[in-house]
């Protein structure tokens, strides 16, 4: 079968598929149509045989006793049976859903819907859904564990997937991975316990990125197809003056030494300017941006950037990488998640960080 590409002009061709589906539906044919998660255990979403492609996943989580579990909760999708997954990311972050809080949000490939009362909470309950489309050329699994605090009460989903008879050969694999680093590390120490105003160091250099945050690594070929990065700013001056924003995206292709591709600004790589705004747009936007009116400087923010219609191509490696302020002189807790598709193998992921050590930073308010 050939994957095509699926717009409103397409949809008038003829398409040679079996449309599937997998669901928590109440099988006794009743309403509870949820699955139970306890503490520690793993539920497989979906185990798919054969040829297909994942088309559209949705989820709503009800986890009342952990407020945590956007973090907790980790989704991890496998293809073609392999033993490592492709797919290892904290259920929020996946969706666009940074620091464990919840937020509407809609952008292409990925949407959430969150009602009035659930807003900016943490913890929060939400509707979930993701179209980034996933082959398969023998099989697909789809995993949840939970390494929270609580059981999960109820766990909705949907997995919507295309079934083929064979795949075309050279289809790549989807892949997404989380990573975090907190506090990012400055060689300059704390801004704030030295005194030091931020906008004084702009004249210090960067010319390699070698102290960057690393969005991703990853090692074959394919294209990288966007992110999302979340930044708890928690080293604001004294002047409360400070921006993150000033960190500059910088792309190592196929193992170059110095980075072939080089923004002007974090705000800049994720198509916003004079700041970070909180708007959802098809290929950029900010999901989540929240200031301490009690501390000035200090603010929560996730954005994010989707290449679609400009994914950056790699043929045997790609690092992607973001300065932590300008020149890397904040002391910030970052977190992201990258979205590529590449061929298989793909290189190890790092260790996914422990439970505790995943949860967002608490409000100091």
């Known amino acids: 079968m050939s994957i095509g590409c699926t717009t409103l002009k397409s949809l008038v061709r003829q398409r040679h598929a079996r449309t599937q589906r997998k669901s928590s539906y109440d099988t006794t044919g009743g309403n509870r149509d949820y699955w139970h998660i306890p503490v520690g255990e793993t539920a497989t ?7 297909g492609c994942i088309t559209h996943i949705w ?37 666009n859903l940074g620091h464990g809080i919840a937020k509407s949000n809609a952008s292409l490939p990925i949407t959430t819907v969150a009602p009035r009362s659930e807003e900016k909470k943490l913890g929060g309950n939400m509707a979930m859904n993701c179209y ?27 997995i919507d997937y ?23 590390v400055s060689a300059r120490g704390s801004l704030s316990a030295q005194g ?18 690393v969005i991703l690594e990853a090692e074959g070929a394919g294209h990288f197809v966007g992110c ?10 004294p002047d409360g003056l400070t921006w993150w924003g000033e960190g500059d995206d910088m792309i190592f292709i196929d193992g170059e030494p110095l980075p072939s591709m080089i923004g002007t600004g974090s705000e800049d790589y994720f198509c916003h300017a004079w700041g970070m705004h909180p708007i ?30 400009d994914p950056v191509i790699f043929t045997r490696s790609l690092k992607v990488t ?30 996914l960080l422990p439970a505790v050590q995943r949860r967002p930073r608490p409000d100091i308010r």
């Open 45 to 51: 979403l979906a185990d798919i045989s054969g040829a």
């Open 59 to 95: 989820f709503t989580i009800n986890c009342p006793e952990d407020r945590y579990y956007l973090r907790h909760l980790v989704l991890r999708m496998y293809w073609d049976g392999e033993e490592t997954p492709s797919v290892e990311c904290p259920v929020g972050d996946f969706f």
């Open 132 to 158: 980034w489309q996933m082959p398969f050329a023998s099989g697909a699994k789809i995993t949840v564990t939970n390494e929270g605090t609580a059981p999960v009460l109820s766990f909705y989903f949907y």
């Open 162 to 184: 295309e079934e083929y008879d064979t795949l075309e050969e050279g289809v790549l694999r989807f892949h997404a991975q989380w990573r975090r680093e907190n506090p990012t």
């Open 196 to 213: 030091i105003n931020y906008w004084s160091l702009m004249d210090e250099p960067n010319p390699d990125g070698r102290e960057n945050y």
């Open 228 to 237: 999302n990065v979340s930044v708890d700013n928690i080293d604001p001056t």
């Open 280 to 309: 959802s747009g098809a290929y950029a936007g900010t999901s989540l941006a929240e200031d301490d009116p009690d501390h000035p400087g200090r603010h929560k923010c996730t954005s994010y950037r989707f290449h679609i219609e």
């Open 322 to 351: 973001i300065e932590h302020g300008h020149a890397n002189v904040q002391q910030n807790d970052y977190s992201s998640v990258a979205y590529w598709y590449q061929t298989e193998p793909h290189a190890p992921f790092p260790p």
